[in-house]
């Protein structure tokens, strides 16, 4: 049986074109020292299907993903069998990456080919490296597969909603690990260029499959690579080759469109540099970007403005729960001088009138999440106003999801949910499936500590619909739970979309 599933690995890096077919027996003798094993029967197998075309540049059938995830479930039970590795998810993730690693090319070979690509185009080098990512397993398709996903309409436009299932729960054996272990230091953080083939440890994920393809953008090297759990189409991460801090600046303006040149069918954009407001890796300098156009690109301008030196952009406020100015132009340079002024004066504005302000205390408030993209021959770039002040009353953030919406969603607003797309977590599937079975039987949902804390929120909406029943009632939930995202956009928007908010903005605009 495990002479079959290493050869079935084996199979599956040929024909996905991970390995040549000259590589054969080497690989096999690298998964054969992994097991400690001394022979090999070469058995007969079944072939491991391949795609029409050549599976590094489509991506594979769902057929092939599951052979792949299978082909390791079996090598891993193995493992456990024979006493290598302990059963548990951390530990098979450790050892099936190590699996992988033996049928994954060097770093060298996939920088080769994906430059080779790029002469091309541009769209040719990350459909390869996106695809053997892919095939790969760095990014686990088979868990991906499995998040949930749906648009829900708003007067903003479409709004994108997953449920975020691919990130494995920590087992027990990995928490006790993280309690006890030292830390090293290295790599310094999961962004690190140290993480390419990183073995791993219980408190730090496997990298042995991981390859990243080397980048310049204002003048320094950056690394260019695909997030494992991607949360949208060729979800990738650009990230400084220093561990550096985060910072919004000028020269943030100027990285994000270096970017945008190489690969202008991407679009690229930064978390904002403040605590609150910001990502959840504030200590690595990184952007995040990818080929798909959320609801926030569709969004039109809905009050235009001219700013004086700046007569080759176009300005204006962008209709979105967040408050967010457009700058358009077919000079780069343009878009950039103009984003650092705005920035600029950002940084130093309050409105006391409108809860604006830049410091309290010596704390700085006031900060920018920027997107970037090459659009019908212009680079554009939003400029998302943030402000990360608190209150008594909103201790969490004035401008964050206030706390009746945390039952969805109290994590912060980085710059994927920025744009329209809510990340949420992975409890609320099983809620909803609970609160779903409550709502049709006329269940109390406060007698249930797991789903009390919903019943005020259906409190608030079954009045709306005249007949909730099996048929329709995840509908229902799922449409209101993208109801419920727009308000936690709308309170991470500084100005509001209200005459009074909207004219705090103007306020803004006209100081430019």
């Not at 430059?115 to 695809?131: G, L, R």
């Not at 990014?139 to 749906?150: A, F, N, P, T």
């Not at 083939?197 to 310049?216: C, D, K, L, S």
């Amino acid at each position: 049986m495990l002479d079959e599933s290493i050869k079935k690995l084996v199979e599956y890096g040929i024909a996905c074109h991970l390995i040549p077919e000259s590589e054969r027996i080497y690989s096999t003798n690298l998964l054969l020292d992994i097991f400690g094993k001394s022979d090999y029967s070469d058995p007969e197998i079944e072939a491991v299907s391949e795609s029409e075309n050549d599976c590094a540049n489509v991506q594979r059938t769902d057929f092939q993903v599951f052979q792949l995830s299978e082909i390791l479930k079996s090598l891993c039970d193995e493992a456990v069998a024979m006493g290598i590795i302990e059963e548990g998810i951390t530990s098979r993730d450790l050892f099936d990456t190590k699996l992988m690693n033996c049928i994954t090319p060097r770093p060298s070979q996939v920088i080769d080919t994906f430059w080779k690509k790029y002469e091309s185009s541009p769209v040719d080098a990350t459909d390869f490296y996106y695809n053997f990512s892919r095939n790969t397993n760095y990014i686990r398709v088979d868990r991906v597969s499995k998040d949930l996903k749906w648009k829900v309409p708003s007067e903003y436009g479409d709004i994108d909603i997953t449920i975020n299932l691919s990130k494995p729960e920590k087992d027990p054996k990995a928490i006790a690990a993280a309690k006890t272990a030292k830390a090293s230091g290295y790599p310094k953080c999961l962004l690190c260029m140290e993480n390419e083939g990183y073995a791993g440890h219980m408190t730090h994920p496997a990298r042995q499959n991981h390859r990243i393809i080397p980048i310049e953008i204002a003048g320094s090297k950056w690394g260019f690579q695909y997030s494992p759990y991607v949360y949208y189409n060729e979800h990738c991460i650009v990230f400084n080759g220093q561990h550096t801090p985060m910072a919004i600046n000028r020269n943030t303006f100027v990285k994000l469109f270096d970017f945008i040149k190489l690969f202008p069918h991407y679009f690229l954009g930064s978390n904002a540099d403040l605590p609150i407001v910001g990502g959840s890796i504030l200590s690595h300098d990184h952007f995040q970007g990818g080929n798909y156009t959320f609801a926030m690109a569709k969004a039109p301008i809905v009050t235009e403005f001219q700013v004086e030196g700046f007569a080759d952009v176009e300005a204006g406020i962008v209709k979105w729960p967040l408050s967010v100015i457009r700058l358009r132009s077919e000079n780069v340079e343009s878009v950039i001088h103009l984003a650092d002024h705005i920035l600029k004066k950002w940084r130093d504005y309050t409105d006391e009138e409108a809860f604006i302000f830049a410091e309290t205390d010596g704390e700085i408030h006031n900060t920018i999440t920027p997107i970037a993209r090459f659009k019908d021959g212009k680079y554009e770039l939003d400029l998302a106003l943030r402000n990360n002040i608190t209150t008594e009353e909103h201790p969490l953030g004035v401008y964050h999801p206030h706390e009746k919406l945390h039952h969805i969603k109290k994590e912060n607003i980085g710059l994927i949910e920025v744009m329209g797309l809510a990340v949420l977590p992975a409890r609320l599937k099983h809620e909803m499936e609970v609160l779903a079975e409550y709502m049709v039987e006329h269940k109390d949902i406060r007698s249930n500590a797991e789903i009390e804390k919903h019943a005020d929120w259906v409190d608030e909406f079954t009045s709306d619909y005249s007949n909730i029943n099996t048929e329709n009632v995840m509908e229902i939930l799922y449409a209101e739970i993208g109801k419920v995202f727009v308000q936690v956009l709308e309170d991470a928007g500084v100005y509001k979309f209200t005459e009074e908010g909207q004219k705090a903005f103007m306020r803004f605009v006209e100081t430019l």
